[in-house]
């Protein structure tokens, strides 16, 4: 009895506080503020819901920028191409060509998040954190400290960066990490 009790300690010790164990590796030169594992347990809990086909839009504040390399492929997208206003161009990414986007109501948001959700329907994902190319990457083209939860969700074809707000849980930044 002694043995299983001490088992379930464990393992619920191992599954509660193994987040805040969790570290990533960050390049020289990047700011990266970490969060309580509880809120980087509950913001992955959202994200999955709002992948779901159950969604119900709670991470969406309005706002949200797409980062340059999602908005490179979805800006070609007939029905995203029709998002008016919000171009971005960020310094020193490409020149000249409007490198992302500003969402600035809801429905901008939603045709963006639904059609994410179209390509990671059905497929195997995985939430977990950034990798350090995948830092490098996204600490460029931001101009603001990278704070969790920063989680990515990989499938076969895309590693999506979705930045949440550790206050409210709402996305701020949706992206997609380059594969070398």
Not at 18 to 27: F, L, S
Not at 40 to 60: F, H, P, R
Not at 120 to 125: M, N
Not at 136 to 146: A, E, Q
Request: hydrophobic share 40%; aromatic share 12%; charged share 25%.
């Amino acid at each position: 009895m002694k043995i299983a009790i001490v088992a379930f300690f464990v393992l619920v010790n191992t599954s509660v506080f193994g987040q805040a164990m969790e570290k990533v590796e960050v390049p020289k030169g990047v700011v990266y503020k970490y969060c309580d594992s509880a809120v980087y347990s509950k913001a992955k809990s959202l994200l999955i819901q709002e992948l779901s086909d159950s969604v119900k839009y709670i991470l969406n504040q309005g706002i949200c920028f797409i980062g340059p390399v999602l908005w490179s492929r979805y800006g070609t997208v007939p029905s995203l191409k029709k998002i008016k206003g919000g171009d971005m161009t960020i310094l020193g990414y490409k020149k000249d060509v409007p490198t992302g986007k500003l969402t600035q109501n809801n429905e901008g948001f939603k045709l963006v998040w639904d059609y994410l959700r179209s390509e990671v329907h059905g497929k195997d994902f995985k939430l977990r954190k950034a990798t350090v190319q995948e830092l490098k990457y996204y600490w460029s083209v931001i101009s603001f400290d990278i704070e969790e939860p920063l989680i990515i969700v990989e499938t076969a074809e895309h590693n999506y960066i979705i930045n949440l707000s550790a206050s409210d849980y709402k996305i701020t930044w949706l992206d997609e990490a380059p594969r070398n």
